[in-house]
């Protein structure tokens, strides 16, 4: 079936560093691919999403593009703040039963930002 | 405005014990959803509902039952509460069922524990 693997955290890195969290995909058809974070004791917020290959979603300075060559969505970051500590999950839509779509998430990963 | 809404956002329980889990969101989506995250914050979705009908009953024990008196509600009632079933509980919710762009929209989750 559709799945989604993410790169093992926790992710530690300091202010202003460059960020990259990978994440590939297994799906038939053509899934939408999305970026949720988790801020601590929250739930999940959409970070950014893409619909079809080659597109890139962005939000708050962070950037994935949808690579159908190599089913991969890793998320970016040029410079990451204390702000941005939380959860990464990267999820793909999967149609069920061709009558409505599920998420299916990655494991998450961890990202801690340190001062 | 809260736009997804989960209550309780704690409970604490024990093993035998029945509960339920309200869900309401005020965005007019006419889809709904309830994930389970564990421990390792693994996420998985359980049920979903759009328009009153259950549409994703995924492999989940028969003592979970989701209810939906109306598009705007989802609720969760769980009897014989087992260990096994603390975990962090999201409902979320989306513009509707198909379409492959649709995000959803989550709760800030109920943390159940069972003692």
């Known amino acids: 079936g559709n799945s989604v693997t993410q790169m093992e955290g926790p992710v530690t890195l300091s202010e202003e560093a460059f960020l990259t969290i990978n994440c590939t995909y297994t799906a038939t058809g053509y899934p939408s691919l999305f970026w949720y974070v988790q801020y601590p004791g929250e739930g999940l917020q959409l970070l950014l999403k893409a619909t079809k290959a080659d597109d890139k979603g962005s939000n708050k300075g962070f950037e994935a593009t949808y690579r159908k060559e190599t089913t991969s969505f890793h998320l970016e970051k040029g410079s990451v703040q204390v702000s941005d500590s939380a959860v990464y999950f990267c999820?793909?839509?999967?149609?069920?039963?061709?009558?409505?779509?599920?998420?299916?998430f990655g494991t998450g990963t961890l990202l801690a930002v340190q001062p | 405005d809260t736009a997804v809404s989960q209550t309780p956002k704690y409970l604490v329980t024990q093993m035998g014990n029945d509960k339920s889990i309200k869900c309401e969101q005020n965005l007019g989506h006419d889809t709904m959803y309830w994930y389970k995250q564990d421990s390792k914050k693994f996420l998985k979705i359980m049920f979903s509902?759009?328009?009153?009908?259950?549409?994703i009953n995924e492999t989940v024990p028969n003592r979970f039952s989701p209810k939906s008196p109306d598009k705007a509600h989802l609720n969760l009632h769980i009897n014989s509460l087992e260990l096994g079933d603390s975990a962090v509980y999201f409902c979320a919710s989306s513009p509707r069922a198909t379409g492959v762009s649709y995000e959803q929209y989550f709760g800030p989750g109920t943390r159940l524990t069972v003692t």
């Open positions: 509902y759009n328009n009153k009908e259950l549409i």
């Open positions: 999820a793909l839509s999967d149609p069920y039963g061709g009558a409505t779509n599920k998420l299916i």
